[in-house]
Nanobody, 123 residues
Framework: QVQLVESGGGLVQAGGSLRLSCAAS????????MGWFRQAPGKEREFVGT????????VYSDSAKGRFTISRDNAKNTVYLQMNSLKPEDTAVYYC????????????????WGQGTQVTVSS
């Protein structure tokens, strides 16, 4: 079965950086766009960014643009979210998700989800 396992979350001070990883198994990784989403307490899950299966195309939310970078290593079946200049409002559980073929912003278009990893940014 398909498994997505996030790692790399933690507590960081404002202005700091974190790199999240998401290891995938049970699917042909390069056939799937990979997305990152986040959900803060009391808020809906929101789109952070996505990367195409080849890794040549990325799309980011306005809040992520310029601070976050998504990359992938298809040889390792892993996608990354590099987060720089973190702000307290970035505090959330971060999820990776897989979508067959094309990238998308809408969470309901994704086929598989990880369990999430907590990111907490202190002020």
């Amino acid at each position: 079965q398909v498994q997505l396992v996030e790692s790399g979350g933690g507590l960081v001070q404002a202005g700091g950086s974190l790199r999240l990883s998401c290891a995938a198994s049970g699917l042909t990784f390069s056939n799937y766009a990979m997305g990152w989403f986040r959900q803060a307490p009391g808020k809906e899950r929101e789109f952070v960014g996505t990367i195409s299966g080849s890794g040549t195309s990325t799309v980011y939310s306005d809040s992520a643009k310029g601070r976050f970078t998504i990359s992938r290593d298809n040889a390792k079946n892993t996608v990354y979210l590099q987060m720089n200049s973190l702000k307290p409002e970035d505090t959330a559980v971060y999820y990776c998700a897989a979508k067959f073929l094309a990238v998308a912003r809408q969470s309901n278009e994704y086929d598989y989800w990880g369990q999430g990893t907590q990111v907490t940014v202190s002020s």
